[in-house]
């Protein structure tokens, strides 16, 4: 007998991580909606820790929303910033900003930077309740290198800037498959595919 398909909230608008929770989490039989449609404004996120951050979404859409959730922290961290942009990475270029101006403030911090090396980090957290004790956590990290010039059209974020070295592409010239298969947030998310199977039996 097919199972009923389990309803998750991810506590998100973004549309391309949308894309990459429905693309892995579909063939669990997991429905994957975004907070927006059930009309849950986004948490604040004051903290200086992925971790934090994430828990803190994960409670507020399940609060809001009386399902399941879902969040994810994620951001780039470049060695010659100390870890910045990091948890920050959403609003480098300010509370406003857009993934252009994001760039740009990176590119320009790095100039004269004798190591380019950064990578990806995700940090994603589940709960079955707004007070769930046992949040199922989930990590993943993609190592590359920030370079000046964008390539590609796909991803968002800082992609068109994030060369993949053993590729020789960045991030925003992998096809979605591509990078699902490597990127932080895919590596994560296989991770919490197998929580989600062995600690709630979804």
């Not at 769930?132 to 956590?137: A, G, I, N, T």
Request: hydrophobic letters at 40%.
């Amino acid at each position: 007998m097919e199972q009923p398909q389990k309803k998750l909230v991810l506590a998100s608008d973004n549309k391309g991580k949308l894309r990459e929770f429905q693309a892995m989490f579909s063939p669990l039989g997991v429905d994957v909606a975004p907070q927006g449609a059930f009309g849950v404004t986004s948490a604040e996120e004051p903290f200086r820790t992925f971790l934090e951050n994430a828990l803190a979404k994960a409670r507020h859409a399940s609060a809001q929303t009386g399902l399941p959730a879902m969040a994810d922290d994620s951001g780039i961290c470049v060695d010659a910033l100390g870890g910045a942009p990091g948890v920050w990475s959403a609003r480098f270029a300010g509370e406003d900003a857009d993934d252009a101006a994001n760039n740009r403030l990176l590119v320009e911090k790095l100039q004269g930077a004798a190591s380019r090396r950064a990578h990806y980090m995700c940090v994603l957290v589940a709960v079955r309740s707004p007070e769930d004790p046992e949040p199922l956590v989930a990590e993943g990290v993609w190592q590359g290198e920030v370079v000046d010039q964008p390539k590609g059209e796909g991803g968002f974020g800082y992609d068109p800037h994030f060369l993949v070295p053993e590729l020789g592409r960045t991030a925003a010239e992998l096809t979605a498959e591509e990078k699902n298969a490597r990127s932080h947030r895919g590596r994560a998310l296989a991770v919490m595919a197998k929580l989600l199977k062995d600690r709630w039996q979804w």
